[in-house]
């Protein structure tokens, strides 16, 4: 879509024609709003907390990936995917293990 409006003489830039059609999302997003959103959802689903603390403490060589995927599915989609998987993976690890996030 994009290089036909090129090839049709378009001069303004790829980035400008593509956020234009709607193919680039806003990162209206700062990071206090996601690590908020993230905050949510780790005390409405305190269930999941408790299990996926029990597995970081158990330190077994196989970890399941479940509960933290879970948990970073249910950000993703109340973020609207306007933001980064592996920064939310990160702030959920270290929130569930009393760490502070770099």
Do not use: C, H, T, W
Request: without cysteine.
């Amino acid at each position: 879509m994009v290089l036909f409006e090129i090839i049709d003489g378009d001069r303004r830039s790829p980035l400008v024609i593509a956020e234009e059609k709607g193919f680039i999302k806003d990162k209206n997003k700062s990071l206090a709003d996601i690590n908020n959103v993230i905050d949510e959802i780790l005390k409405e689903k305190a269930d999941i907390v408790l299990k996926l603390q029990k597995e970081i403490q158990s330190n077994k060589k196989k970890k399941k990936l479940g509960p933290i995927m879970f948990l970073v599915g249910q950000a993703m989609r109340r973020l609207k995917a306007d933001g980064d998987p592996q920064y939310v993976q990160k702030y959920i690890r270290a929130k569930v293990q009393g760490n502070k996030i770099d």
